[in-house]
């Protein structure tokens, strides 16, 4: 069990890295305090994100003033904070929001992993759930994916995927808290999603199972569950997830014990043409997947991934045209 202490300057004025978390992206999000992010963030913080990596604090910045001015009605809430220590001084939070129009039904998901030292931003992990949001615009996804440019990824992505996720991930060394819940996730990552054996599902997950993941796709029981799988892994039959991160968190407010999920899914476009003409190539996808656990098995998962870049990804791999730059953040 983890016998430090967090420091409160992890996470100060406010009282917690929960409120932390929760009032600093409204601050920016919300109030539009975008000039925030230079309080915030470090000069050299890198942000992983769909379409490739970042590597300094201006392009948060003039990333984040580009999504507010494109859609100044849409606003996000917190659906869940999964927040675990790092040292004494730093936490990583995997934080689930909601994002959507005041006045319209158009709603998303997205998925913020932060790293946060002495309060300042040092790496970020994020995934938005872009094609729920082009579905409901009515945009053809591949003719938008084709708009954009897949830069690749640099840092701590690009590094070998950490050998005992337990014991650290790409954001450093963990507590080893919630064991049993921790090992359950990555038995059903590495038998289910990674060895095929569908039949498991049931071994890790309750009957009434949820899985809400991109697309705003809702898919209900073990079935369903295999299903879903599935239509990502007919595309890279031969496919691999890594795990690069976890964190877990035990609260009330959320539900109980969560564990969060950072990974990497690696495999060649060699199956069903799901996203156009096939390339043989492989494909970097980070995704996100926070799980809630109920007396030791799971009940929920929420599983996204940026489906617009990772269909930019595999355009500029076929030698497509891109229109121009891509927004990182």
Not at 23 to 39: G, K, N, P
Not at 250 to 272: C, H, I, M, P, S
Not at 320 to 326: A, I, K, N, R
Request: proline share 5%; hydrophobic share 40%.
């Amino acid at each position: 069990m983890n016998t430090v202490t967090l420091d409160p300057v992890a996470y100060q004025p406010y009282t917690d890295p929960d409120d932390f978390i929760r009032e600093v992206t409204d601050l920016i999000w919300v109030d539009r305090s975008i000039s925030f992010i230079r309080e915030n963030y470090e000069p050299d913080s890198i942000v992983h994100g769909g379409f490739g990596t970042a590597t300094t604090r201006d392009e948060v910045l003039e990333g984040t003033l580009m999504r507010i001015a494109e859609a100044p009605d849409r606003v996000s809430q917190t659906e869940d904070i999964i927040w675990e220590q790092r040292g004494d001084d730093a936490f990583l939070s995997s934080h689930l929001v909601v994002v959507g129009d005041l006045l319209s039904p158009r709603w998303s998901r997205t998925i913020a992993n932060c790293l946060y030292r002495r309060g300042r931003m040092v790496e970020e992990w994020v995934v938005r759930d872009t094609l729920a949001e082009a579905l409901q615009d009515g945009f053809d996804p591949d003719e938008l994916a084709r708009e954009h440019l897949f830069r690749g990824y640099v840092a701590s992505w690009a590094d070998a995927a950490p050998t005992d996720p337990i014991a650290a991930g790409d954001s450093g060394a963990r507590p080893d808290e919630h064991r049993a819940e921790v090992q359950t996730v990555l038995d059903l990552i590495r038998t289910v999603w990674n060895e095929r054996d569908l039949s498991a599902v049931e071994q890790y997950f309750h009957r009434d199972l949820t899985l809400l993941t991109v697309g705003n796709r809702h898919i209900i029981r073990p079935e369903g569950y295999r299903r879903a799988l599935l239509s990502l892994l007919e595309s890279f039959p031969a496919g691999q997830f890594e795990v690069r991160d976890v964190q877990a968190h035990d609260d009330v407010r959320y539900a109980g014990l969560r564990v969060a999920v950072t990974w990497k899914f690696v495999g060649d476009y060699t199956g069903k043409p799901n996203y156009g003409p096939l390339t043989g190539k492989p494909i970097d996808l980070l995704g996100i997947s926070q799980f809630t656990l109920h007396q030791g098995r799971i009940v929920k998962e929420v599983r996204l991934w940026d489906d617009i870049a990772l269909r930019t990804q595999i355009a500029s791999m076929r030698g497509d045209e891109p229109v121009g730059p891509s927004n990182i953040y």
